[in-house]
Structure formats: structure tokens, C-alpha cells
């Protein structure tokens, strides 16, 4: 076995362990499945390498590795820009924070959610007085709504419950910022003039801010936090999906 193939084969035992590890850990996402996937793939690539270059060497097969490859850049370039997306744009003096959600595994508030919850109870400390929506519905994995648990974490950490609007309808990234737009305008909170502070992980940066542009939030910012190592490679691939999901949706609709 060549150095090539040692590798190859470390990053499958790799995968297949974070992809079990997450399996019993939180939901089955899309994200998930693309893991499984890329392990089958680096595994069946070891077992019939041969093969796999045999027919990559012409024809059809060359399309497919050419095109393969451009794939593989071009999830590297949306990697590139969730990262220079993730960067905290928040004065520490917006008027409101939208806590974006993330899944629950019952009623279990995920690793994910947490860092996002723990990041708001931060900008608490630094802007006490700003309004805290917490944006979340009910997935079908989840025993109660996003928005009630982020609401009884964030209680539960010292912040008063007429401090905390709960937005609970909502089901994607888009609907987050779109229902919570409601939930500010019934508080008092223009989004088109006032200063909005959203809270969400490092790699779902570029998107919210684009989702929110769109519901017509004008003074928007970002406090990004982290993401588990054990997440991150299969939240990738899922966001990368969703960016292209974005730019589909707006070169149909026009939206910017």
C-alpha cells in the first residue's frame, strides 16, 4: 500500500467514524447522507482503484473525472467563502439579536445551538438592553419547538423572559429572518432602520446575511461563532448545497 492509498484510507475510517458518531449523536441531515456518501465513495475508490482509472483514462470516464475535479474546486471555493464570511460585524449596540436556530435531538439542545445560545448570553453581557429573539419551529426529529428550548437555555443562564421574543414558526434560514421580522415589528423594532444583530455558526455566515438583505433587513449584522470539528465537515457539504440553493433562488426570482 503506497503513501496515497494509506491516506485515502485513513480519511475513510475517519469519515465513517464521524458519520456513526453523529448518527447516534443528533439528526439524520442532509449533511449526514453526503458524509456516508463521500466514505463509500473513498472506500470504493481503495477497492476498485484500477478499475476507476481504467475508465477515467478516456471517453466518458475522462468527463467524469474532469468534471469531479472541478466539482471538488468548486466546493473548495464556497469553503473559502464561508470562511471570509464568518467575520463579527456587531458593534455590541444593535437594538436586537435574532438567534438563528439549529436542530434538537428531542428536546436536547445540540452543540451547534448551544455555541449559539452561549454566544448570545456573551453579547448580553456587553448590550444588556438589546431585545433577543430566539428563531426556531419544529422539525420532525424535534419533540418541542427550537425557539422554547433557546428560550428556557437562555432563562436558565440569567436572562429575563420579557427579554427573550420567542419566533417559532419558521423552518429554514429564510423564514428565520422573514418571521422574525413579525416578531420585531410587533416589539417596536424597524428593521429597516434599526440596528439588528443576527447570531448564528461560522460556516452559515454568507447565507443568513444574504436571506436577511432579502426580508428587507437594512442594518444587519453578524457575531459568528464556532463549530465542532466533529460537525464541521458534514455541515459543509450541506451549506454548500444550500449556497447554491440560494443563487438558484435568486437568478429565478432577481433577487440580489
Same mark, same amino acid.
Given at each position: 500500500?503506497?503513501?496515497?492509498?494509506?491516506?485515502?484510507?485513513?480519511?475513510a475510517?475517519?469519515?465513517?467514524?464521524?458519520?456513526?458518531?453523529?448518527?447516534?449523536?443528533?439528526?439524520?441531515?442532509?449533511?449526514?447522507?453526503?458524509?456516508?456518501?463521500?466514505?463509500?465513495?473513498l472506500?470504493?475508490?481503495?477497492?476498485?482503484?484500477?478499475?476507476?482509472?481504467?475508465?477515467?483514462?478516456?471517453?466518458?470516464?475522462?468527463?467524469?473525472?474532469?468534471?469531479?475535479?472541478?466539482?471538488?474546486?468548486?466546493?473548495?471555493?464556497?469553503c473559502?467563502?464561508?470562511?471570509?464570511?464568518?467575520?463579527?460585524?456587531?458593534?455590541?449596540?444593535?437594538?436586537?439579536?435574532?438567534?438563528?436556530?439549529?436542530g434538537?435531538?428531542?428536546?436536547?439542545?445540540s452543540?451547534?445551538?448551544r455555541?449559539r445560545?452561549?454566544t448570545?448570553?456573551?453579547y448580553?453581557?456587553?448590550?444588556?438592553?438589546a431585545l433577543?429573539?430566539?428563531?426556531?419551529?419544529? +422539525?420532525?426529529?424535534? @419533540? =418541542?419547538?427550537?425557539?422554547? $428550548? %433557546?428560550?428556557?437555555y !437562555?432563562?436558565?443562564?440569567?436572562i429575563?423572559?420579557?427579554q427573550?421574543?420567542?419566533e417559532?414558526?419558521?423552518?429554514?434560514?429564510?423564514?428565520?429572518?422573514?418571521?422574525?421580522?413579525?416578531?420585531?415589528?410587533q416589539?417596536?423594532v424597524?428593521?429597516?432602520?434599526d440596528?439588528?444583530?443576527?447570531?448564528?455558526?461560522?460556516?452559515?455566515?454568507?447565507?443568513?446575511?444574504?436571506?436577511?438583505?432579502?426580508e428587507?433587513?437594512?442594518?444587519?449584522?453578524?457575531?459568528?461563532? +464556532?463549530?465542532?470539528? @466533529? =460537525?464541521?465537515?458534514?455541515? $459543509? %457539504?450541506?451549506?454548500? !448545497?444550500?449556497?447554491?440553493?440560494?443563487?438558484?433562488?435568486?437568478?429565478?426570482?432577481?433577487?440580489?
Amino acid at each position: 500500500m503506497n503513501f496515497k492509498q494509506i491516506i485515502i484510507m485513513a480519511l475513510a475510517f475517519l469519515f465513517l467514524a464521524d458519520s456513526i458518531w453523529l448518527t447516534v449523536r443528533s439528526n439524520w441531515t442532509v449533511g449526514l447522507f453526503l458524509m456516508y456518501l463521500v466514505t463509500g465513495g473513498l472506500f470504493f475508490f481503495l477497492r476498485y482503484e484500477k478499475a476507476v482509472y481504467k475508465f477515467c483514462s478516456a471517453g466518458f470516464g475522462r468527463l467524469l473525472k474532469y468534471g469531479f475535479f472541478a466539482g471538488v474546486c468548486f466546493f473548495a471555493g464556497l469553503c473559502l467563502l464561508m470562511a471570509f464570511s464568518a467575520r463579527n460585524t456587531s458593534t455590541g449596540k444593535e437594538k436586537a439579536v435574532v438567534v438563528l436556530g439549529a436542530g434538537l435531538h428531542g428536546d436536547e439542545i445540540s452543540d451547534t445551538l448551544r455555541r449559539r445560545l452561549d454566544t448570545a448570553l456573551d453579547y448580553h453581557k456587553q448590550n444588556p438592553d438589546a431585545l433577543i429573539v430566539v428563531s426556531g419551529g419544529q +422539525g420532525p426529529q424535534e @419533540s =418541542v419547538t427550537e425557539a422554547w $428550548a %433557546m428560550a428556557q437555555y !437562555l432563562q436558565k443562564h440569567g436572562i429575563s423572559e420579557d427579554q427573550i421574543l420567542l419566533e417559532d414558526r419558521s423552518d429554514s434560514t429564510e423564514t428565520n429572518f422573514r418571521y422574525s421580522a413579525d416578531v420585531l415589528q410587533q416589539a417596536g423594532v424597524d428593521i429597516e432602520q434599526d440596528a439588528i444583530c443576527f447570531i448564528t455558526n461560522n460556516f452559515h455566515c454568507y447565507r443568513a446575511a444574504s436571506y436577511a438583505r432579502r426580508e428587507g433587513y437594512q442594518n444587519i449584522t453578524c457575531r459568528s461563532t +464556532g463549530t465542532a470539528l @466533529s =460537525v464541521l465537515p458534514s455541515s $459543509a %457539504m450541506r451549506e454548500a !448545497l444550500a449556497i447554491c440553493a440560494l443563487w438558484a433562488k435568486g437568478l429565478l426570482t432577481g433577487a440580489g
